[in-house]
């Protein structure tokens, strides 16, 4: 199985700060890799796709680079809404598509 | 609007068998791949399954394999997953999706309790 770590788990900081989540596997998985933001009691939500993709309705904020095995989630300018826990998830390898432990973002 | 609810979870005892559904709308329905995804409590996403549009060739996690069936009828426009021989760590919150590999839209899931 393909292994996605997330660092930081859990990030504080203020709204406005520049936010830098970073995805590793544990074997290239190219592009093939998307993001996702989850809020308390709700289903995740797709923001980002192919690494760098910006699903359709996502704000301009959230940005994703990367590729072969290394990956980061920005948000430019932290909004309110923003405070989530976020996923990455690959899907080089079916067996099995797997994702990150996540990562809490907490207001400061 | 696509719209995924799914249904048919609740308790069961370790053994049993539960059937879930995810009737959808708001796209068309046999041009997408589906997918299961579930949630553990305070856990991160797990996948479960997936099954292409035309529901010819399907995908399983490991750990459900040989006991869980993902299905779809396409006239119905409704995806399901039949689960057997139910273990107490397949409890979670079972989301179904739209899509596969990546998953683009989530139902708001049903709980699936497996305890005696």
């Known amino acids: 199985d393909i292994q996605m770590t997330q660092s930081p788990s859990t990030l504080s900081a203020s709204v406005g700060d520049r936010v830098t989540i970073t995805c590793r596997a544990s074997?290239?998985?190219?592009?093939?890799l998307a993001w996702y933001q989850q809020k308390p009691g709700k289903a995740p939500k797709l923001l980002i796709y192919?690494?760098?993709n910006l699903e359709s309705g996502v704000p301009s904020r959230f940005s994703g680079s990367g590729s072969g095995t290394e990956f980061t989630l920005t948000i430019s300018s932290l909004q309110p809404d923003d405070f989530a826990t976020y996923y990455c998830?690959?899907?080089?390898?079916?067996?099995?598509?797997?994702f990150g432990g996540g990562t809490k973002v907490e207001i400061k | 609007e696509v719209q995924l609810l799914e249904s048919g979870g609740g308790l069961v005892q370790p053994g049993g068998s539960l059937r879930l559904s995810c009737a959808v709308s708001?796209?068309?329905?046999?041009?997408?791949?589906m997918s299961w995804v579930r949630q553990a409590p305070g856990k991160g996403p797990e996948w479960v399954s997936g099954?292409?549009?035309?529901?010819?060739?399907?995908y399983y996690a490991d750990s459900v394999k040989g006991r869980f069936t993902i299905s779809r009828d396409n006239s119905k426009n409704t995806l399901y997953l039949q689960m057997n021989s139910l273990r107490a760590e397949d409890t979670a919150l079972y989301y179904c999706?739209?899509?596969?590999?990546?998953?683009?839209?989530w139902g708001q899931g049903t709980l699936v309790t497996v305890s005696s």
């Open positions: 999706a739209k899509d596969f590999p990546k998953f683009e839209n």
């Open positions: 708001g796209f068309t329905f046999n041009t997408y791949a």
């Open positions: 099954i292409i549009g035309s529901g010819g060739s399907t």
């Open positions: 074997q290239s998985v190219n592009k093939w």
């Open positions: 192919d690494a760098s």
């Open positions: 998830q690959q899907y080089n390898t079916y067996s099995p598509l797997t």
